[in-house]
């Protein structure tokens, strides 16, 4: 069964062989490294804070408000477009790259994996520009700041949701990142000398004999759980040597990642193969094991020059076979594999080994070449067609390879040039000379002033005649011709002189105006009027603008002969044809009861004696007498003095009282607070 697969991976190689690619060395360390969704959430909302505007008010139009919501969205956007297609484009893909890369990265993170992720990221950034698209056009119909404002906050939400579900699929890809920056830098088309054998059998001191690396060597199996790169100079070129991982006897299914990094160089690299043994069996395989391993990965072998390496003659050498080992050995030379004895401890053989390999592998690369560049491709195959036939068949040179010859390059323009000059030339000939065009700045020129450009006469219709016709005025996908009576006017004027006629003849007077129904008017009018006036008394009267006197008050003066009406009166003033206040009655109500009204021609006596008493309370300051006022004063003066003496420290109560008192302090007749005369005081 795993006969048939190693002839699966000869195949392949076959195919990788003949894959022609430039030469190459690819450098994955220079990967950036794969942000988690955290960072990327934080970094791309830190950023849109920053180099976006962040002052908006709810005064701004509202076109403004959205162009501010719609730009953070669309930064938003872009920057997380930017990292995600930054890390689809930088890593490797498998169709682009090297076969040996496509399968070794295969064997490594698993082919379907590393395109699944890659792909999620990729499907990841065509979401976010989905939602940013989606949500721009739903900000071009934010009616507020509110709206607006929420829309943004549910597309930043939207993008970095999507984000949050690529986390596993980030941190897996930083994972292969670090896994192929620490890959060695190994050039497929280079000369290559391939190490391999079975594991602890002196591979890895060979390689660090003849190269310049340090390759780890220990006394276990798999010491090396990947390829390592050394570099060695023979005939001034430059090789490589790979170090490869140890190999098991078992089938193709049952061998482990390390393993399988091994198949995977023997499959594709153009490499010189040095198959190493130990016949001293310190390696924990006996000869025949290793032989069979020889037989079963020989497949991988095929087109590449191969060298069996016997390690370690300084404790075993082939001569101390059996016979039967011995017979195997010159069976493998008989089929042209060379072998070759040296020991990596006592470095007898190394070089031999070392400079053999790299002659073998450039013979075996001219060889490649000679054959490719034979000598059937080399000449040139003429061929000669034979006539089948007796039918003339001359040569044709088109008329611009004619051209050509002769030196005029023909262009299209030319071409159309001469075949215009041509169709005019027979047109003379046939008709004469045609009439010379009138253009209109001829007609402008002839008319002057009365020229007038007529644009509808250049319109381009399907029928000519249509361009003077009348444009149809379309409202609501209707004409508005169809709706319109054409003999529309001429019916106005025939319903206009009808209509005449009739009140000509008197056909619309009333025969019931008689004077008794003339009465009845009159007297309906009066009864109106009388009603108006009745409601306007009454709003008078309950919106009196006087002060009502308590009710004691009203008693005494009812015992001594005022009634309600003098109350009233007395409240608004007794001579209504002269007081100012009724003059301004804020109501029209009021008004037109001031013009009814029926006033006395002058001031009564309660009038005058009210007017009087009024007088003197106006003089003694609201007191009852003058002697009142003196008291007041009195003792206003007393309950000052307190606060006259703390004025010696300050003079702001003083100032204080004048200004909200708006009369001098007893205490003070120059004010100390505005230094200058209480009676032009700016506070008074």
């Known amino acids: 069964m795993h006969q048939s697969s190693f002839m699966v991976s000869v195949r392949n190689t076959c195919a990788s062989q003949k894959f022609k690619m430039a030469s190459k060395t690819y450098n994955f360390k220079s990967l950036t490294v794969v942000p988690s969704a955290k960072d990327i959430v934080d970094t791309v909302l830190s950023k849109t804070q920053r180099k976006t505007p962040t002052v908006v008010h709810s005064g701004y139009q509202i076109s403004r408000i959205r162009s501010f919501y719609t730009r953070k969205v669309k930064y938003t956007q872009q920057t997380i477009h930017d990292k995600l297609a930054g890390i689809v484009e930088e890593f490797p893909k498998m169709d682009d790259i090297h076969p040996f890369y496509a399968d070794l990265m295969n064997v490594l993170y698993d082919k379907d994996h590393y395109k699944l992720a890659l792909g999620h990221i990729n499907t990841a950034c065509h979401m976010v520009d989905n939602v940013a698209k989606d949500y721009v056009r ?31 699929t980030l941190k897996y890809l930083e994972q292969v990142r670090q896994h192929l920056s620490r890959l060695p830098s190994i050039d497929p088309h280079t000369r290559t000398l391939l190490v391999t054998g079975f594991p602890n059998v002196g591979k890895s001191s060979f390689v660090n004999s003849v190269t310049r690396a340090d390759v780890e060597v220990q006394p276990y199996a798999f010491t090396t759980k990947s390829l390592f790169v050394g570099h060695a100079d023979y005939k001034y070129l430059r090789w490589q040597v790979i170090d490869t991982p140890g190999i098991l006897d078992q089938a193709l299914e049952h061998r482990s990642t390390i393993e399988m990094q091994a198949i995977t160089a023997l499959a594709h ?20 094991e290793q032989f069979h391993l020889f037989d079963t990965i020989r497949p991988l072998f095929a087109n590449k020059p191969v060298i069996l390496v016997i390690n370690k003659i300084d404790i075993v050498t082939p001569d101390e076979l059996p016979d039967d080992q011995q017979a195997v050995l010159k069976k493998y030379e008989e089929a042209g594999i060379t072998i070759l004895q040296m020991s990596t401890l006592t470095t007898e053989g190394v070089a031999n080994v ?14 490649e070449k000679s054959r490719a560049q034979g000598k059937e491709l080399a000449a040139p195959h003429v061929s000669r067609p034979q006539p089948r036939d007796s039918k003339p068949r001359p040569s044709f040179v088109p008329e611009g390879a004619q051209e050509s010859r002769l030196g005029r390059v023909p262009t299209k323009g030319r071409t159309q040039r001469i075949e215009k000059a041509e169709r005019n030339e027979a047109r003379f000939t046939q008709y004469g000379e045609p009439a010379p065009r009138v253009l209109h700045r001829d007609l402008q020129q002839e008319l002057g002033p009365e020229y007038s450009t007529d644009l509808r006469a250049e319109w381009d219709l399907a029928d000519p005649s249509w361009r003077y016709d009348k444009i149809p005025e379309i409202v609501d996908g209707k004409n508005v011709l169809d709706f319109i009576d054409p003999d529309i006017m001429e019916r106005l004027e025939e319903l206009e002189r009808e209509e005449e006629a009739r009140e000509a003849a008197g056909e619309y007077d009333d025969p019931s105006d008689d004077e008794e129904t003339k009465t009845l008017r009159a007297r309906r009018q009066i009864i109106h009027q009388r009603k108006r006036l009745l409601r306007a008394a009454s709003a008078l009267k309950k919106s009196r603008n006087y002060p009502v006197l308590p009710k004691a008050i009203r008693k005494k003066l009812a015992a001594r002969g005022f009634t309600e009406d003098v109350d009233e009166e007395r409240g608004r003033s007794m001579d209504l044809a002269s007081d100012k206040a009724t003059k301004r009655s804020r109501t029209p109500a ?46 206003q003066y007393l309950g000052m003095r307190a606060i006259n003496y703390q004025g010696r420290a300050g003079t702001f109560l003083i100032a204080t009282f004048c200004v909200f008192t708006h009369q001098l302090h007893p205490c003070c007749y120059w004010c100390s607070w505005c230094s200058m005369d209480w009676s032009v005081c700016a506070m008074r």
């Not at 009616?143 to 939400?157: F, I, M, P, T, V």
């Not at 009204?597 to 003694?620: C, D, H, I, M, Y």
């Open 138 to 168: 739903l900000l071009k119909y934010g009616d507020s700041l509110y709206r607006c404002k929420q829309l943004k906050r549910a597309a930043l939400g939207r993008m970095c949701t999507i984000m949050r579900r690529q986390a596993s």
């Open 269 to 288: 690299l153009r490499a010189c193969v040095l198959y190493f043994m130990d016949l001293s069996c310190q390696c924990g395989h006996n000869v025949d």
């Open 354 to 367: 070392k400079n053999t390999a790299c002659d073998l592998l450039l013979a075996h690369r001219l060889d």
């Open 590 to 635: 009021s008004r037109l009861a001031q013009t009814l009204g029926s006033a006395t021609a002058g001031p009564s006596e309660v009038a005058v004696a009210q007017r009087a008493k009024a007088a003197s309370l106006r003089a003694a300051g609201g007191m009852k007498g003058q002697r009142a006022k003196a008291v007041a004063l009195k003792k």
